[in-house]
């Protein structure tokens, strides 16, 4: 055990592969036929709902579950059938798992101690200082915050050099404003070293602030994998547009899919779409807008510059949430739409009973298949 774990036989700075990895529960498929490249020294997010197969992929690379099917890789070496402790793998969990006997010093050094590594505390002063706990270095756990707990967890698994880093869920126990902080804390210690994180975790703002590609996983697929602003900006389906923040989706017929931008017709309005941005381009489509990027204007008052436009709306509700105003507009074929403004003090805000007309750059727009549910990916209690 010693040797397979020793400095010189680690796979460290390689890409994470995995090819057709699949696993079955009896007849659940958790994850299906998954192939991706985590690219050496990247911050990766697997991102889905509760049982989408996120953390069952994250159990399989650290060797905790045995894949069905498929193989994973490290650089060119086949991790698929290796122990666990001979995999060049670390694993920081929601739980933290620290020894509550042993100081914060000797939690971090565990790894090295056990593998009889020489200069083991000049090592552990270092980690100490990445992860800003040198000043708790005598302290137990149980002296800790959480934020503290989580950053002794991650220096003891950084310590032993892992070519990957696994996250199950880390922040998942903090408050709202420390989750905050440890997103940061989190990405600036990644960005300093040299190591792999794969984070697994059903919060789409915790995904997005941190990872440099987003994969979004349902039912033991991926559903679309990109960098951050990709995914949000630009979803190739109604679950990602629906898990990824917020989304209007108006039913619309296509009308002309040969220009530069696809023309619909919705509800009798015609508005185009970029054709980068068009993922369906005959028939029926979902036409998808985020709410911030909609502008109200009262009716008929022309202020704006967008491309594309809707009038007949009336607000029908008003919430102040700080730095937004978050307006539902009902529109003239039943549907009611979110528009979001950004309080700037320099426009009054709406009331209920208003009318007003809506635009939007045809680049902001999206249009999707009709065939798949406006409602998939939207977030109940059960998924958080």
């Known amino acids: 055990m010693t040797e397979s774990t020793s400095d010189s036989s680690r796979s460290v700075g390689k890409d994470l592969r995995l090819e057709g990895v699949t696993k079955r529960f009896g007849d659940f498929v958790a994850v299906d036929d998954l192939t991706l490249t985590v690219p050496q020294g990247s911050f990766f997010a697997l991102l889905g709902p509760s049982g989408c197969g996120k953390?069952?992929?994250?159990?399989?690379?650290a060797g905790l579950e045995d894949p069905s099917m498929g193989?994973?890789?490290?650089?060119?070496?086949?991790?698929?059938?290796?122990?666990?402790?001979?995999?060049?793998?670390?694993?920081?969990?929601?739980s933290y798992a620290l020894f509550p006997h042993l100081t914060?010093?000797?939690?971090v050094a565990f790894g090295l101690r056990r593998r009889?590594?020489?200069?083991?505390k000049e090592k552990t002063r270092g980690m100490l200082e990445l992860v800003q706990l040198e000043p708790y270095a005598a302290r137990k756990?149980?002296?800790?915050?959480?934020?503290?707990?989580?950053?002794?967890?991650?220096?003891?698994?950084?310590?032993n050099q892992p070519g990957v880093l696994l996250l199950d869920e880390p922040l998942g126990a903090l408050d709202l404003k420390l989750r905050r902080q440890m997103q940061i804390e989190l990405k600036r210690i990644q960005t300093e070293i040299d190591v792999t994180f794969v984070h697994v975790t059903h919060d789409q703002e915790e995904a997005m602030t941190m990872a440099d590609t987003i994969a979004v996983m349902n039912q033991g697929v991926i559903e679309q994998m990109g960098a951050p602003d990709e995914l949000y900006e630009n979803p190739e389906t109604t679950f990602v547009a629906n898990f990824l923040g917020?989304?209007?989706?108006?039913?619309?017929?296509v009308i002309d899919a040969s220009g530069q931008s696809v023309v619909v017709d919705c509800h009798g309005q015609k508005v185009g779409v970029g054709s980068s941005r068009a993922h369906t381009r005959e028939g029926q489509g979902w036409l998808g807008v985020r709410p911030e990027k909609i502008f109200a204007s009262p009716k008929g008052a022309q202020d704006h510059d967008g491309s594309n436009t809707l009038t007949g709306g009336r607000i029908s509700d008003v919430s102040f949430v700080g730095v937004s105003t978050q307006y539902l507009v009902a529109m003239p074929w039943g549907q009611e739409l979110m528009v979001f403004e950004q309080n700037t003090g320099q426009r009054a805000?709406?009331?209920n009973g208003d009318e007003v007309d809506l635009a939007w750059s045809r680049d902001?727009?999206?249009?999707?298949?009709?065939?798949?549910?406006?409602?998939?990916?939207?977030?109940t209690p059960e998924d958080v």
Do not use: C
């Open 104 to 107: 914060v010093f000797d939690n």
């Open 364 to 379: 902001h727009a999206y249009l999707l298949d009709a065939g798949q549910d406006a409602n998939a990916g939207m977030t």
């Open 116 to 120: 009889g590594v020489r200069d083991w």
């Open 349 to 351: 805000s709406f009331k």
């Open 141 to 159: 756990p149980a002296q800790l915050s959480g934020g503290q707990q989580q950053r002794v967890a991650l220096g003891r698994a950084l310590i």
């Open 71 to 94: 193989q994973m890789f490290i650089g060119d070496e086949d991790i698929t059938n290796l122990r666990p402790y001979k995999r060049p793998v670390n694993t920081v969990f929601q």
């Open 246 to 253: 917020q989304s209007n989706l108006i039913v619309a017929d």
């Open 55 to 61: 953390t069952t992929t994250l159990r399989m690379v």
